[in-house]
């Protein structure tokens, strides 16, 4: 697995948009990034993907950068219920890394009213 | 649509006793894992099933951790001789084919929580 790098906290205004960023700047050219957050007492929850290209779901955006060594992701709209801390992964491409996910610390995202 | 659904939700036992916790994984879902995450913490890998097969158990921390998937959907996590550093959420995620290079998501329940006192 690449390892990423988070900031262990940031806040957000509700209504406004959040932009958590990552760095995996030791990921290689076939390794996908990941995002899912945890609510409190709530499994992780998938919420993007992304190789190369940016991607954009019911749920966020993927920006990831031209060398691919950070990525964001942005909710357009944060609410109350973003409250959550959030996981960026770049599970290996393969060898013994394949199929499993590392969950680092994440970053814990407070959006206050 | 079904999610991954786990059983039970929190399960308290004494020290030494034997445990199983169940998975049952979003139908059609060929690959099954197992992770554990301790107060505090991020999820930490287990095991990964691939059909029937145990395809990585490199996570289990000792032999006193089994898991079986006998038909290739429900799973078993087994805890022989529990100790009270057993205690944490045990969690059940299930993908749709082989990871692939990563481009399956896998899908997570909202996991077992085990106490042993």
């Known amino acids: 697995d690449a390892k990423t790098t988070q900031p262990p906290s940031m806040d957000c205004a509700e209504g406004r948009a959040a932009n958590l960023p990552c760095n995996h700047s030791?990921?290689?050219?076939?390794?996908?990034v990941y995002w899912y957050r945890q609510i409190h007492s709530q499994g992780p929850q998938y919420i993007i993907h992304g190789l190369k290209n940016n991607e954009t779901n019911e749920m966020a955006s993927l920006i990831i950068t031209e060398d691919r060594k950070s990525s964001t992701l942005i909710l357009p709209h944060a609410t109350l219920r973003d409250t959550a801390v959030y996981y960026c992964?770049?599970?290996?491409?393969?060898?013994?890394?394949?199929?499993?996910?590392?969950f680092g610390q994440g970053t814990i995202l407070t959006v206050h009213p | 649509g079904a999610g991954v659904s786990q059983t039970p939700s929190n399960k308290v036992t004494e020290k030494g006793k034997y445990v199983e916790l169940r998975c049952d994984p979003i139908s059609g879902h060929t690959a099954l894992y197992w992770y554990r995450q301790s107060l505090g913490q991020g999820p930490e890998f287990l095991i990964y099933f691939q059909g029937t097969g145990a395809a990585d158990d490199s996570g289990l921390p000792n032999d006193r951790f089994f898991a079986v998937r006998p038909e290739g959907s429900v799973s078993t996590l087994k805890i022989q001789r529990t100790e009270r550093g057993d205690s944490a959420v045990y969690l059940c995620a299930s993908s749709l084919g082989f990871w692939g290079g990563g481009n399956q998501p896998q899908h997570f329940g909202d996991g077992t929580r085990l106490s042993i006192l």
């Open positions: 992964i770049a599970p290996g491409a393969g060898g013994t890394s394949y199929g499993k996910l590392t």
């Open positions: 030791t990921i290689s050219g076939n390794e996908y």
